[in-house]
């Protein structure tokens, strides 16, 4: 089992900055990929991004990229997520998620373990 907790949301004005963590506990973190996901109210979760095990491979959905950059400290479990150039349709809650699977993939399902979630709100 993984546990998985987020920090770091909040409100922040357009063009702002956030930088969102997720502390993982339970499993050897290094043998994970992990993903950042969103939900924003009415729609589905989506896909923002991924690292792979190692942080050698990093993966964003069109709409983030050039904006928001995941990177991950092995050494404090932790993998994290900077939003720059913040938009009002980036607000969501935001999902941490670890896969224990190294094949790429943008699906909800093949994510074995999430996060409660934490919430991003950018007024304009």
């Known amino acids: 089992q993984v546990q998985l907790v987020e920090s770091g949301g909040g409100l922040v004005q357009a063009g702002g900055s956030l930088r969102l963590s997720c502390a993982a506990s339970g499993r050897t973190f290094s043998s994970l990929a992990m993903g950042w996901f969103r939900q924003a109210p009415g729609k589905e979760r989506e896909f923002v991004t991924r690292i792979s095990r190692g942080g050698i491979n990093t993966y964003y959905a069109d709409s983030v990229k050039g904006r928001f950059t995941i990177s991950r400290d092995d050494a404090k479990n932790t993998v994290y997520l900077q939003m720059n150039s913040l938009k009002p349709e980036d607000t969501a809650v935001y999902y941490c998620?670890?896969?224990?699977?190294?094949?790429?993939?943008?699906?909800?399902?093949?994510?074995?373990?999430w996060g409660q979630g934490t919430q991003v709100t950018v007024s304009s």
């Open positions: 998620a670890a896969d224990s699977r190294p094949k790429y993939s943008v699906l909800v399902d093949d994510y074995d373990y």
